[in-house]
Protein backbone atom coordinates (compact mmCIF):
# COMPACT_ATOMS: atom_id res chain seq x y z
CA UNK A 1 0.00 0.00 0.00
CA UNK A 2 1.40 3.41 -0.82
CA UNK A 3 0.01 5.48 2.17
CA UNK A 4 2.61 7.88 3.57
CA UNK A 5 4.73 7.69 6.37
CA UNK A 6 4.91 10.64 7.51
CA UNK A 7 4.02 11.55 10.89
CA UNK A 8 2.29 14.66 11.72
CA UNK A 9 2.82 16.45 14.65
CA UNK A 10 2.06 20.07 14.02
CA UNK A 11 3.96 23.15 12.83
CA UNK A 12 7.31 24.19 14.06
CA UNK A 13 7.26 27.81 15.93
CA UNK A 14 10.00 29.66 14.67
CA UNK A 15 12.66 31.40 17.07
CA UNK A 16 15.63 33.46 16.89
CA UNK A 17 18.21 35.50 18.91
CA UNK A 18 18.04 38.68 17.08
CA UNK A 19 16.08 41.38 18.97
CA UNK A 20 14.83 44.74 17.74
CA UNK A 21 16.75 47.83 19.54
CA UNK A 22 13.48 48.62 21.12
CA UNK A 23 13.41 45.21 22.85
CA UNK A 24 17.22 44.97 23.79
CA UNK A 25 18.00 45.53 27.33
CA UNK A 26 20.88 47.61 28.35
CA UNK A 27 22.94 44.62 29.32
CA UNK A 28 21.74 42.52 26.57
CA UNK A 29 23.94 39.96 24.68
CA UNK A 30 21.38 39.43 21.65
CA UNK A 31 22.09 40.64 18.30
CA UNK A 32 20.56 43.68 17.19
CA UNK A 33 18.23 43.06 14.56
CA UNK A 34 18.61 45.80 11.52
CA UNK A 35 18.37 45.47 7.80
CA UNK A 36 21.72 44.04 7.14
CA UNK A 37 20.90 40.73 9.21
CA UNK A 38 17.04 40.64 7.90
CA UNK A 39 18.44 38.18 5.34
CA UNK A 40 20.31 35.89 7.57
CA UNK A 41 17.19 35.75 9.95
CA UNK A 42 15.11 33.93 7.07
CA UNK A 43 18.19 31.67 5.79
CA UNK A 44 18.31 30.63 9.42
CA UNK A 45 14.66 29.61 9.75
CA UNK A 46 14.15 28.95 5.88
CA UNK A 47 14.46 24.44 6.43
CA UNK A 48 11.26 25.06 9.00
CA UNK A 49 9.75 27.24 7.23
CA UNK A 50 9.25 25.17 4.29
CA UNK A 51 8.48 22.10 6.03
CA UNK A 52 5.78 24.01 7.32
CA UNK A 53 5.11 25.10 4.14
CA UNK A 54 4.80 21.55 2.58
CA UNK A 55 3.05 19.94 5.83
CA UNK A 56 0.63 22.30 5.19
CA UNK A 57 0.12 22.20 1.48
CA UNK A 58 -0.59 18.39 2.01
CA UNK A 59 -3.30 18.64 4.25
CA UNK A 60 -5.01 21.38 2.79
CA UNK A 61 -5.34 19.04 -0.50
CA UNK A 62 -6.41 16.37 2.15
CA UNK A 63 -9.06 18.56 3.17
CA UNK A 64 -9.74 19.05 -0.24
CA UNK A 65 -10.08 15.42 -1.23
CA UNK A 66 -6.54 14.40 -2.66
CA UNK A 67 -6.28 11.81 -0.07
CA UNK A 68 -3.69 8.76 -0.10
CA UNK A 69 -6.09 5.90 -0.82
CA UNK A 70 -6.14 7.89 -4.02
CA UNK A 71 -2.24 6.61 -4.28
CA UNK A 72 -2.29 3.26 -3.18
CA UNK A 73 -1.04 0.27 -5.27
CA UNK A 74 -3.25 -2.92 -5.82
CA UNK A 75 -1.12 -6.02 -6.23
CA UNK A 76 -3.52 -8.68 -5.77
CA UNK A 77 -6.50 -8.08 -8.74
CA UNK A 78 -5.29 -4.58 -9.38
CA UNK A 79 -8.09 -5.05 -12.17
CA UNK A 80 -10.59 -4.67 -9.25
CA UNK A 81 -9.41 -1.72 -7.47
CA UNK A 82 -12.19 1.05 -6.37
CA UNK A 83 -10.45 4.10 -4.51
CA UNK A 84 -13.72 6.03 -2.66
CA UNK A 85 -12.38 8.78 -0.69
CA UNK A 86 -14.74 9.10 2.60
CA UNK A 87 -13.55 12.48 3.40
CA UNK A 88 -14.19 12.83 6.92
CA UNK A 89 -11.15 15.31 7.11
CA UNK A 90 -13.40 17.78 5.40
CA UNK A 91 -16.39 17.10 7.64
CA UNK A 92 -14.17 17.29 10.98
CA UNK A 93 -13.31 20.83 9.78
CA UNK A 94 -16.89 22.17 9.09
CA UNK A 95 -18.24 20.91 11.94
CA UNK A 96 -16.11 22.28 14.30
CA UNK A 97 -15.68 25.44 12.67
CA UNK A 98 -19.37 26.04 11.76
CA UNK A 99 -20.08 25.23 15.73
CA UNK A 100 -17.15 28.02 17.11
CA UNK A 101 -17.64 30.49 14.85
CA UNK A 102 -21.03 30.07 13.46
CA UNK A 103 -22.40 33.44 15.01
CA UNK A 104 -19.83 36.79 14.76
CA UNK A 105 -17.11 37.60 17.33
CA UNK A 106 -18.13 40.77 19.30
CA UNK A 107 -15.95 43.31 21.30
CA UNK A 108 -17.50 44.19 24.37
CA UNK A 109 -17.10 47.08 26.37
CA UNK A 110 -16.25 46.70 30.21
CA UNK A 111 -17.13 49.83 31.90
CA UNK A 112 -19.37 52.92 30.43
CA UNK A 113 -16.85 54.99 29.30
CA UNK A 114 -15.61 52.77 26.62
CA UNK A 115 -19.31 52.15 25.73
CA UNK A 116 -19.33 54.54 22.44
CA UNK A 117 -15.77 53.48 21.18
CA UNK A 118 -16.53 49.57 21.40
CA UNK A 119 -19.97 50.33 19.41
CA UNK A 120 -18.15 52.12 16.79
CA UNK A 121 -15.24 49.45 16.55
CA UNK A 122 -17.94 46.84 16.35
CA UNK A 123 -19.76 49.02 13.42
CA UNK A 124 -15.82 49.42 11.98
CA UNK A 125 -15.36 46.00 11.78
CA UNK A 126 -18.55 44.50 10.68
CA UNK A 127 -18.70 46.82 7.59
CA UNK A 128 -14.72 45.51 6.87
CA UNK A 129 -16.67 42.08 7.13
CA UNK A 130 -13.88 40.92 9.49
CA UNK A 131 -16.87 37.74 10.60
CA UNK A 132 -15.86 36.26 7.08
CA UNK A 133 -12.29 36.62 7.66
CA UNK A 134 -12.45 35.06 11.59
CA UNK A 135 -13.77 32.06 9.45
CA UNK A 136 -11.49 31.93 6.85
CA UNK A 137 -8.67 32.28 9.74
CA UNK A 138 -10.49 29.40 11.61
CA UNK A 139 -10.47 26.86 8.80
CA UNK A 140 -6.77 27.04 7.83
CA UNK A 141 -6.02 26.45 11.70
CA UNK A 142 -8.47 23.67 11.42
CA UNK A 143 -6.60 22.22 8.66
CA UNK A 144 -2.91 23.14 8.95
CA UNK A 145 -2.82 23.81 12.74
CA UNK A 146 -2.43 27.80 12.31
CA UNK A 147 -3.42 30.97 10.33
CA UNK A 148 -2.52 34.14 10.07
CA UNK A 149 -4.09 37.99 9.96
CA UNK A 150 -2.69 41.14 8.30
CA UNK A 151 -3.73 44.72 9.78
CA UNK A 152 -2.94 47.26 7.68
CA UNK A 153 -3.97 50.45 6.35
CA UNK A 154 -5.80 51.26 3.20
CA UNK A 155 -3.45 51.34 0.17
CA UNK A 156 -2.94 54.86 -1.48
CA UNK A 157 -5.41 54.32 -3.95
CA UNK A 158 -7.92 52.08 -2.85
CA UNK A 159 -9.25 53.77 0.13
CA UNK A 160 -12.64 53.73 1.35
CA UNK A 161 -14.66 54.99 4.81
CA UNK A 162 -12.98 51.74 6.58
CA UNK A 163 -9.30 53.24 6.92
CA UNK A 164 -7.91 49.79 7.56
CA UNK A 165 -8.23 46.33 5.87
CA UNK A 166 -8.26 42.96 7.64
CA UNK A 167 -6.36 40.21 5.26
CA UNK A 168 -6.22 36.48 5.66
CA UNK A 169 -3.06 35.34 4.36
CA UNK A 170 -1.44 32.34 3.12
CA UNK A 171 -0.36 30.10 6.13
CA UNK A 172 1.96 28.82 3.46
CA UNK A 173 3.52 31.72 2.53
CA UNK A 174 3.68 33.41 5.64
CA UNK A 175 5.24 33.09 9.24
CA UNK A 176 6.36 34.92 11.94
CA UNK A 177 9.60 34.19 13.92
CA UNK A 178 9.72 34.91 18.03
CA UNK A 179 12.47 36.19 20.36
CA UNK A 180 14.31 33.10 22.18
CA UNK A 181 13.86 34.89 25.30
CA UNK A 182 11.33 34.41 28.01
CA UNK A 183 7.50 35.15 26.33
CA UNK A 184 8.57 35.09 23.24
CA UNK A 185 7.65 37.96 21.36
CA UNK A 186 7.52 38.22 18.07
CA UNK A 187 10.36 39.86 16.33
CA UNK A 188 9.55 39.75 12.40
CA UNK A 189 6.62 38.82 9.91
CA UNK A 190 7.00 38.07 6.20
CA UNK A 191 4.86 37.04 3.96
CA UNK A 192 6.10 36.41 0.39
CA UNK A 193 5.09 35.39 -3.43
CA UNK A 194 6.37 35.01 -6.74
CA UNK A 195 5.15 37.40 -9.75
CA UNK A 196 3.82 36.46 -13.16
CA UNK A 197 6.21 36.06 -15.49
CA UNK A 198 7.14 38.83 -18.01
CA UNK A 199 7.49 38.81 -21.55
CA UNK A 200 11.02 37.84 -21.09
CA UNK A 201 10.16 34.74 -19.22
CA UNK A 202 11.75 36.12 -15.93
CA UNK A 203 10.08 35.95 -13.03
CA UNK A 204 10.63 37.95 -9.52
CA UNK A 205 10.70 36.51 -5.92
CA UNK A 206 8.79 38.95 -3.88
CA UNK A 207 9.14 39.06 0.17
CA UNK A 208 7.66 41.46 2.31
CA UNK A 209 9.29 41.93 6.03
CA UNK A 210 7.76 43.49 9.01
CA UNK A 211 9.03 45.00 11.91
CA UNK A 212 8.51 46.70 14.96
CA UNK A 213 9.85 49.79 13.45
CA UNK A 214 10.18 49.27 9.38
CA UNK A 215 8.95 47.80 6.56
CA UNK A 216 11.44 45.69 4.30
CA UNK A 217 10.75 44.90 0.21
CA UNK A 218 13.26 41.88 -1.14
CA UNK A 219 13.20 41.25 -4.35
CA UNK A 220 15.36 38.09 -6.53
CA UNK A 221 15.54 36.82 -9.74
CA UNK A 222 16.27 33.50 -11.24
CA UNK A 223 17.00 31.98 -7.56
CA UNK A 224 14.98 29.45 -5.64
CA UNK A 225 12.22 30.99 -2.51
CA UNK A 226 15.01 30.91 0.52
CA UNK A 227 18.16 32.51 -0.89
CA UNK A 228 18.14 36.50 -0.17
CA UNK A 229 20.85 38.82 0.44
CA UNK A 230 20.90 42.41 1.83
CA UNK A 231 21.50 43.98 -1.28
CA UNK A 232 18.30 42.71 -2.68
CA UNK A 233 16.14 45.06 -0.53
CA UNK A 234 14.50 47.34 -3.01
CA UNK A 235 14.66 51.20 -1.95
CA UNK A 236 14.65 52.56 1.61
CA UNK A 237 12.82 50.39 4.75
CA UNK A 238 9.62 52.11 4.84
CA UNK A 239 8.36 53.50 8.80
CA UNK A 240 6.26 51.37 11.00
CA UNK A 241 3.19 54.05 11.70
CA UNK A 242 1.53 51.79 14.41
CA UNK A 243 5.34 50.36 15.89
CA UNK A 244 4.14 47.08 16.15
CA UNK A 245 4.28 43.83 13.84
CA UNK A 246 0.90 44.24 11.44
CA UNK A 247 0.70 40.20 11.18
CA UNK A 248 -0.68 38.18 13.99
CA UNK A 249 -0.32 34.76 14.03
CA UNK A 250 -3.54 32.34 14.82
CA UNK A 251 -2.57 28.94 16.16
CA UNK A 252 -4.82 26.37 16.72
CA UNK A 253 -3.47 25.03 20.26
CA UNK A 254 0.00 25.40 21.29
CA UNK A 255 1.59 22.44 19.36
CA UNK A 256 -0.03 24.10 15.89
CA UNK A 257 -1.78 20.61 15.82
CA UNK A 258 -4.64 20.83 12.97
CA UNK A 259 -7.86 19.20 14.26
CA UNK A 260 -7.94 16.37 12.57
CA UNK A 261 -4.07 15.42 11.43
CA UNK A 262 -3.16 13.21 14.44
CA UNK A 263 -5.95 11.02 13.48
CA UNK A 264 -4.88 10.82 10.00
CA UNK A 265 -3.98 7.79 10.29
CA UNK A 266 -7.80 6.17 11.48
CA UNK A 267 -9.03 8.99 8.12
CA UNK A 268 -6.50 6.25 5.90
CA UNK A 269 -7.93 3.70 7.58
CA UNK A 270 -11.89 4.31 7.12
CA UNK A 271 -11.64 5.20 3.12
CA UNK A 272 -9.59 2.03 2.69
CA UNK A 273 -12.10 -0.59 4.49
CA UNK A 274 -14.81 1.36 2.27
CA UNK A 275 -12.89 1.11 -0.81
CA UNK A 276 -12.50 -2.85 0.25
CA UNK A 277 -15.94 -3.37 0.93
CA UNK A 278 -16.80 -2.00 -2.77
CA UNK A 279 -14.17 -4.51 -4.40
CA UNK A 280 -15.66 -6.98 -2.42
CA UNK A 281 -18.87 -6.44 -3.94
CA UNK A 282 -17.71 -5.54 -7.35
CA UNK A 283 -15.68 -9.32 -6.91
CA UNK A 284 -18.74 -11.12 -6.16
CA UNK A 285 -20.66 -9.37 -9.31
CA UNK A 286 -17.83 -10.66 -11.56
CA UNK A 287 -17.18 -13.88 -10.48
CA UNK A 288 -14.92 -16.40 -11.97
CA UNK A 289 -16.29 -19.29 -13.89
CA UNK A 290 -14.31 -22.38 -12.74
CA UNK A 291 -14.43 -25.74 -15.55
CA UNK A 292 -13.51 -28.79 -13.72
CA UNK A 293 -12.51 -31.51 -16.15
CA UNK A 294 -14.35 -29.37 -19.35
CA UNK A 295 -12.33 -28.25 -22.19
CA UNK A 296 -14.83 -25.32 -23.18
CA UNK A 297 -14.26 -24.57 -27.02
CA UNK A 298 -15.16 -21.03 -28.44
CA UNK A 299 -18.99 -21.80 -28.80
CA UNK A 300 -19.39 -23.40 -25.32
CA UNK A 301 -17.57 -19.78 -23.60
CA UNK A 302 -19.77 -17.83 -26.19
CA UNK A 303 -23.37 -19.23 -24.90
CA UNK A 304 -22.34 -18.77 -21.41
CA UNK A 305 -21.38 -14.95 -21.71
CA UNK A 306 -24.88 -15.02 -24.30
CA UNK A 307 -27.11 -16.92 -22.22
CA UNK A 308 -25.69 -17.84 -19.10
CA UNK A 309 -25.97 -21.30 -19.63
CA UNK A 310 -23.69 -24.16 -20.99
CA UNK A 311 -24.43 -27.77 -22.02
CA UNK A 312 -21.41 -30.42 -21.17
CA UNK A 313 -20.83 -34.11 -21.31
CA UNK A 314 -18.69 -35.37 -19.14
CA UNK A 315 -16.27 -38.31 -19.00
CA UNK A 316 -17.24 -41.44 -16.56
CA UNK A 317 -14.01 -41.22 -14.96
CA UNK A 318 -13.53 -37.74 -14.53
CA UNK A 319 -17.14 -35.76 -13.73
CA UNK A 320 -17.76 -32.08 -14.52
CA UNK A 321 -18.06 -29.72 -12.46
CA UNK A 322 -18.88 -25.75 -13.41
CA UNK A 323 -18.76 -23.45 -10.46
CA UNK A 324 -18.02 -19.34 -9.19
CA UNK A 325 -15.32 -18.17 -7.18
CA UNK A 326 -17.47 -16.13 -4.93
CA UNK A 327 -16.21 -16.17 -1.91
CA UNK A 328 -17.78 -12.64 0.22
CA UNK A 329 -16.28 -10.20 2.77
CA UNK A 330 -18.50 -11.32 5.67
CA UNK A 331 -20.73 -7.93 5.88
CA UNK A 332 -21.14 -8.30 9.98
CA UNK A 333 -17.60 -7.92 10.46
CA UNK A 334 -16.60 -5.34 7.32
CA UNK A 335 -19.71 -3.14 9.19
CA UNK A 336 -18.58 -3.74 13.08
CA UNK A 337 -14.69 -2.63 11.85
CA UNK A 338 -16.44 0.38 9.87
CA UNK A 339 -18.44 1.45 13.40
CA UNK A 340 -15.11 0.80 15.59
CA UNK A 341 -13.08 2.75 13.44
CA UNK A 342 -15.67 5.78 12.91
CA UNK A 343 -16.08 5.95 16.91
CA UNK A 344 -12.38 5.86 17.73
CA UNK A 345 -12.18 8.93 15.13
CA UNK A 346 -15.18 10.44 17.08
CA UNK A 347 -13.37 10.21 20.30
CA UNK A 348 -10.42 11.46 19.19
CA UNK A 349 -11.45 14.35 17.09
CA UNK A 350 -14.50 15.28 19.69
CA UNK A 351 -17.25 15.20 17.00
CA UNK A 352 -20.86 14.30 18.21
CA UNK A 353 -21.40 10.06 17.28
CA UNK A 354 -24.39 9.83 14.98
CA UNK A 355 -24.83 6.18 15.59
CA UNK A 356 -26.54 6.82 19.10
CA UNK A 357 -29.51 9.38 17.39
CA UNK A 358 -32.33 7.96 17.84
CA UNK A 359 -34.72 10.21 15.94
CA UNK A 360 -37.31 10.20 18.36
CA UNK A 361 -38.74 9.30 22.41
CA UNK A 362 -38.98 11.55 25.08
CA UNK A 363 -35.05 13.37 25.52
CA UNK A 364 -35.00 16.23 25.20
CA UNK A 365 -32.61 19.57 25.49
CA UNK A 366 -29.86 18.98 27.81
CA UNK A 367 -30.43 14.62 27.60
CA UNK A 368 -30.26 14.89 23.75
CA UNK A 369 -27.02 17.63 24.12
CA UNK A 370 -25.46 14.72 26.40
CA UNK A 371 -26.72 11.53 25.03
CA UNK A 372 -25.09 12.92 21.33
CA UNK A 373 -22.00 13.76 22.52
CA UNK A 374 -22.29 17.69 21.76
CA UNK A 375 -20.35 18.03 24.99
CA UNK A 376 -16.92 16.66 23.45
CA UNK A 377 -17.85 19.62 20.51
CA UNK A 378 -18.22 22.07 23.33
CA UNK A 379 -14.92 20.98 24.72
CA UNK A 380 -13.09 21.17 21.55
CA UNK A 381 -14.93 25.07 20.95
CA UNK A 382 -13.60 25.97 24.12
CA UNK A 383 -9.78 24.50 23.52
CA UNK A 384 -10.38 26.72 20.77
CA UNK A 385 -11.76 29.93 22.32
CA UNK A 386 -8.66 30.30 24.30
CA UNK A 387 -5.79 30.10 21.71
CA UNK A 388 -7.98 32.73 19.22
CA UNK A 389 -8.95 35.26 21.58
CA UNK A 390 -5.46 35.40 22.84
CA UNK A 391 -4.40 36.30 18.95
CA UNK A 392 -7.66 38.32 18.55
CA UNK A 393 -6.41 41.15 21.31
CA UNK A 394 -3.10 41.32 19.02
CA UNK A 395 -5.65 42.38 16.59
CA UNK A 396 -7.81 44.66 18.35
CA UNK A 397 -4.37 46.00 19.05
CA UNK A 398 -3.34 46.65 15.90
CA UNK A 399 -6.55 48.07 14.98
CA UNK A 400 -7.35 50.47 17.66
CA UNK A 401 -3.67 51.99 17.16
CA UNK A 402 -4.34 52.38 13.25
CA UNK A 403 -7.72 54.05 14.04
CA UNK A 404 -5.64 56.66 16.94
CA UNK A 405 -2.64 57.05 15.06
CA UNK A 406 -4.90 58.29 11.53
CA UNK A 407 -7.16 60.64 14.24
CA UNK A 408 -10.54 58.52 13.03
CA UNK A 409 -12.90 59.20 15.86
CA UNK A 410 -12.61 61.26 18.87
CA UNK A 411 -14.31 58.55 20.92
CA UNK A 412 -11.95 55.95 19.48
CA UNK A 413 -9.20 58.24 21.02
CA UNK A 414 -8.51 57.56 24.02
CA UNK A 415 -9.76 53.95 24.05
CA UNK A 416 -7.67 51.72 25.89
CA UNK A 417 -7.64 47.82 24.54
CA UNK A 418 -7.94 47.25 28.38
CA UNK A 419 -11.56 48.37 28.24
CA UNK A 420 -12.69 45.84 25.88
CA UNK A 421 -13.73 42.42 26.30
CA UNK A 422 -13.80 39.39 23.00
CA UNK A 423 -17.02 37.12 23.01
CA UNK A 424 -17.64 35.00 21.41
CA UNK A 425 -21.54 34.28 20.89
CA UNK A 426 -22.33 30.68 19.62
CA UNK A 427 -24.79 29.18 21.58
CA UNK A 428 -26.07 31.83 23.51
CA UNK A 429 -29.94 31.62 22.13
CA UNK A 430 -29.47 27.62 23.15
CA UNK A 431 -32.23 26.44 25.42
CA UNK A 432 -33.34 29.66 25.83
CA UNK A 433 -36.63 28.21 27.02
CA UNK A 434 -34.43 26.86 30.31
CA UNK A 435 -32.88 30.38 30.44
CA UNK A 436 -36.13 32.40 30.48
CA UNK A 437 -37.01 30.79 33.58
CA UNK A 438 -33.79 31.14 35.28
CA UNK A 439 -33.90 34.75 34.65
CA UNK A 440 -38.05 34.73 36.07
CA UNK A 441 -36.63 32.66 39.33
CA UNK A 442 -33.04 34.93 39.86
CA UNK A 443 -35.07 38.00 39.68
CA UNK A 444 -38.09 36.96 41.93
CA UNK A 445 -35.66 35.74 44.78
CA UNK A 446 -34.85 40.11 44.62
CA UNK A 447 -30.82 39.34 45.19
CA UNK A 448 -28.88 39.72 42.10
CA UNK A 449 -29.43 43.33 39.81
CA UNK A 450 -30.63 42.43 36.29
CA UNK A 451 -28.09 43.09 34.69
CA UNK A 452 -25.82 40.31 36.29
CA UNK A 453 -28.64 37.86 35.76
CA UNK A 454 -28.83 38.08 32.25
CA UNK A 455 -24.66 37.99 32.60
CA UNK A 456 -24.81 34.68 34.81
CA UNK A 457 -27.59 32.66 32.31
CA UNK A 458 -25.06 33.67 29.05
CA UNK A 459 -28.01 35.16 26.94
CA UNK A 460 -26.38 38.04 25.32
CA UNK A 461 -23.08 39.59 24.58
CA UNK A 462 -24.02 42.93 25.64
CA UNK A 463 -26.15 41.95 28.89
CA UNK A 464 -26.01 45.77 30.25
CA UNK A 465 -27.24 46.77 26.89
CA UNK A 466 -30.03 44.35 27.29
CA UNK A 467 -31.03 45.46 30.47
CA UNK A 468 -31.26 49.28 29.78
CA UNK A 469 -32.87 49.15 26.69
CA UNK A 470 -35.42 46.54 28.56
CA UNK A 471 -35.62 49.22 31.21
CA UNK A 472 -36.44 52.07 29.14
CA UNK A 473 -39.39 50.18 27.17
CA UNK A 474 -41.44 49.26 29.97
CA UNK A 475 -40.95 52.54 31.69
CA UNK A 476 -42.17 53.64 27.97
CA UNK A 477 -45.71 51.45 27.91
CA UNK A 478 -46.11 51.17 31.30
CA UNK A 479 -49.99 50.90 31.30
CA UNK A 480 -51.95 54.11 33.49
CA UNK A 481 -53.26 53.20 36.58
CA UNK A 482 -57.02 53.84 36.70
CA UNK A 483 -58.08 56.86 38.59
CA UNK A 484 -61.22 56.55 41.18
CA UNK A 485 -62.98 59.56 42.36
CA UNK A 486 -64.59 58.73 45.72
CA UNK A 487 -66.72 61.38 46.10
CA UNK A 488 -68.98 60.46 43.21
CA UNK A 489 -69.19 57.18 44.45
CA UNK A 490 -71.88 56.41 47.25
CA UNK A 491 -72.74 53.40 49.19
CA UNK A 492 -76.76 53.44 49.44
CA UNK A 493 -76.73 52.13 53.51
CA UNK A 494 -74.93 54.81 54.12
CA UNK A 495 -77.17 57.27 52.38
CA UNK A 496 -80.40 55.78 54.47
CA UNK A 497 -78.49 55.75 58.16
CA UNK A 498 -78.04 59.66 57.19
CA UNK A 499 -81.45 60.51 56.59
CA UNK A 500 -82.18 58.59 59.67
CA UNK A 501 -80.07 60.49 61.59
CA UNK A 502 -81.68 64.03 60.24
CA UNK A 503 -85.23 62.71 61.11
CA UNK A 504 -84.23 62.27 64.75
Sequence with gaps: MAFTEH?????????????PNKMRSENSTSPELNQDN????????????????????????????????????KVVRPDVDNRVVFNHAMAITRDTVG???????????RNEKARDAVAELNSLVEAEDKFASDQELAVYASVCGTSYRGVFADAYGIEDDIPFSVVTLDPITTFVVYSTEIGHPPVLACTFYETPPTLTGTNKHVYLVYTHDYTYRYETTSQ???????????????????????????????FRIGDWEIAKTLLDSVS???????????????????????????????????????SIMSDKDLPADLKYISEQLEMSSASELRAYLNAQLGIIVGIPSRDSRSGGGGDTGDAVYLRDGFQDLEIVARNKETFFKRAERNTLKLIVKLLQGQGYSTVIKNLLTKDVDIRFSRNMTDGVLAKATAISTLHASQTLDPIDVLTLVNISTEPDELAKRGEAYWKAHQPEKTKVDNTDVTDPEDEILKRKVDRE
Design 7 to 19: VYMGRKQLFTDYL
Design 38 to 73: IPDIIKDVWADVLANGTESQYLLDYYKGKQDILDRV
Design 99 to 109: YTFGKPIRYVH
Design 224 to 254: AFGILESKDMIGEPLQNVINDIPIVEYPNNA
Design 272 to 310: LVGSDSVNDLEQYVNSILVATNVDLDETARDNIKENKIV
